[in-house]
């Protein structure tokens, strides 16, 4: 598809991703928007970065042209749901700006900020709906909004959700929702929980793949520094120092090493700020509009506050701590390399983190090249890493002695004849 009207989009919609500067579909774009447009259920499958917003937006807003408008009021007629208050932020943001000449209002609730302003809004009326679900069932109880002219629901970012424990709110948002309806959902990887709530939720779906489910981005260089733990401050300072690094996410384990290591990095000059989910909505705007400004080198975040992160300059992330699920790697280098443009991934590896190296790379079925950096030297033991796909021997169980297998044949001879009189008696 050489356009978006080669697509099926027309009117305003088109109008409106015309004015935002897109003239040439991506892969997901391409293969998605037609069926959505359709009217089809739908599975979109593709690595972050690759545009899916635009994927589920663009029809969703060309499908509530085609619903019949209610003659009061403004009911919500299509509903996506997000795991994090970044990423509702900026769906909500893409809706605007390519709804932009349409007639449709929109709205992001989310936790972390005042309920009675969103509650004004939706008595007001608007169209469409994006939300957190911890938020938006809050939301229901209360019986502020209601669901049921529901026509296009929307879940983003559905293995994050799983991740965050958010599948039975799902369902439960789910249920509320009309069964006439078309469903989309959109994941960057699709484990086994995520399988089994598309199947639950929608209709002969559509399934779409794009790249290879569990191959990282081509256009990021990967590495792998093995360090001690208390190297890992020195080697993320000389990095900082003697690359060529423009503006990089570190990924920390916890909120209270992200909030330390910002300290230690403002120590030693480097711009830096953090985002994590104890920081306050505003705060976390904050910091993420000085990141994308320039204003800071360095946003140091967790897992949960990275996501809907929509920074296409990021050329480095390093994982400070190395992940502990392989999905989780995927997404945490997915923050670079966006939109076809070349990133480095680098993670710090100690000891203890290896068996986490391992699980990474057999399920990427690739050796990530290890890197030394000249200036730096690690006091690191020699890697002890198995091939990936290699199987780890297990430790043999030990053989239990003629005497102890006496004894509990014994006890459990015993065991028989005191069942036997107490059924007699």
Partial sequence: MSDFKALGLKGNTLKGVSRAGYTTPSPIQAAAIPLAVAGRDLIGCAQTGTGKTAAFVLPMLHRLYEMPRPKRGRPVRALVVVPTRELALQ?????????????????????????????????????????????????????????????VFVLDEADRMFDMGFIKDIRKIAAEVPKQR????????????VQELAQS???????????????????????????????????????????????????????????????????????????HSNRSQKQREKALAGFRSGRFQVLVATDVAARGIDVDSISHVINYDTPNQPDSYIHRIGRTGRAETEGVALTFVTEAEEKHLI??????????????????????????????????????????????????????????????QRSTS
């Fill in 91 to 151: 769906v909500e943001k893409a809706t605007r700006t390519y709804g932009q000449f349409t007639p449709f209002l929109s709205l992001a609730v989310f936790g972390g900020t005042s309920i009675d302003k969103q509650i004004r809004t939706l008595r007001r009326g608007v169209d469409i709906v994006v939300a957190t679900p911890g938020r938006l069932l809050d939301l229901m109880d209360r019986g502020v909004i209601s669901l049921s002219k529901v026509g």
């Fill in 201 to 275: 939720i929608q209709t002969e779906p559509e399934y779409i793949q794009v790249g290879q489910r569990r191959n990282p981005a081509k256009t990021v260089d990967q590495g792998v520094c093995r360090v001690l733990p208390n190297e890992k401050i020195g080697l993320l300072c000389h990095v900082l120092q003697t690359q060529d690094v423009e503006s990089v996410i570190v990924f920390s384990r916890t909120k209270y090493r992200a909030d330390r290591i910002v300290r230690k990095l403002s120590k030693k000059g480097f711009s830096a700020t953090v985002m």
């Fill in 182 to 193: 078309q469903t989309l959902l959109f994941s960057a990887t699709m484990p086994k929980a």
């Fill in 359 to 420: 699980a990474i790379e057999e399920h990427i079925s690739r050796r990530l090249p290890r890197k030394v950096f000249e200036g730096f030297e690690s006091d690191a033991p020699p890697e002890i890493l198995p091939a990936p796909g290699s199987v780890t021997p297990k430790t043999p169980k030990h053989k239990k002695s003629k005497a102890s297998r006496r004894k509990k044949a014994a006890a459990r001879k015993r065991n028989r004849k005191h069942k036997r």
